[in-house]
């Protein structure tokens, strides 16, 4: 299973996607069945309890591999449990499945990260947080796994890397990165747990913030080399 995630100002933009797909279904949720209208009324008069939360919508898109299938009874209590595993058990959510991709069945999901509590949901590492989500996932209901999408989105190294690696047999440091830092983000929940086990592998860890203190970026460090995470892909 994948999950592919977005972040929005715009409840009406998101439910209007999700609804006006041709052969739309809504299958699930815990707000009444209605148009793109009344629900982002619903939602906005929620995320007003937060008027700071520049991006309250979230939207997820769940697939699953070809050849396997659901039904809209699992479908729902799979999109239960990823909810509450990505910490959204007291938001307000729609699930919709869509038809127009003949080659995999998916589900979209559109949820406040304003719970009915006021609280917001974070959405700090979430990317990898829904990879080890979506893992447990497949081992409960018995799903094909898919390959985590870290595991393709690293940038390959270039000629020269590759050459230097055949002369000396020895990995170059932005393989050993890719690697190390891979297997330690393997059930991260938070940005100290990932620096204290990169420490262990011997990679210092550089975060730069912008404004209001918000997480721009990483660096890596490893044998006296200093990598961006951009060097070595978007997942880094």
Not at 85 to 91: C, P, R
Request: with cysteine.
């Amino acid at each position: 299973m994948l999950a592919k995630q977005f972040k929005g100002r715009n409840f009406h933009g998101a439910l209007a996607y999700v609804l006006g797909k041709e052969g739309a279904t809504t299958i699930g949720g815990n707000l009444p069945k209605s148009d793109a209208p009344t629900l982002n009324h619903e939602f906005t008069q929620v995320s007003q309890k937060r008027p700071n939360l520049k991006r309250s919508v979230y939207h997820c898109a769940l697939s699953l591999p070809p050849e396997e299938a659901l039904s809209d009874v699992i479908w729902r209590s799979v999109a239960r449990d990823y909810l509450d595993a990505m910490g959204f058990e007291k938001s307000q959510f729609i699930l919709v499945r869509h038809t127009d991709t003949e080659s995999h069945q998916h589900v979209h999901i559109v949820a406040n990260r304003v719970g009915m509590d006021g609280k917001t949901v974070s959405d700090s590492f979430d990317h990898y947080r829904a990879q080890t989500v979506v893992r447990a996932i497949e081992e409960s209901y018995h799903l094909r796994p898919v390959l985590p999408s870290w595991k393709s989105s690293r940038k390959a190294l270039s000629l020269r890397q590759l050459k230097q690696e055949a002369e000396t047999g020895i990995p170059s440091v932005q393989r050993l990165l890719q690697d190390r830092i891979t297997e330690a983000l393997q059930g991260i929940l938070s940005l100290p747990d990932l620096v204290t086990r990169l420490k262990q592998r011997n990679i210092q860890t550089y975060a730069f913030y912008g404004l209001q203190n918000q997480l721009k970026g990483l660096a890596y460090e490893m044998n006296g080399v200093v990598m961006s995470g951009t060097s070595l892909g978007y997942s880094y």
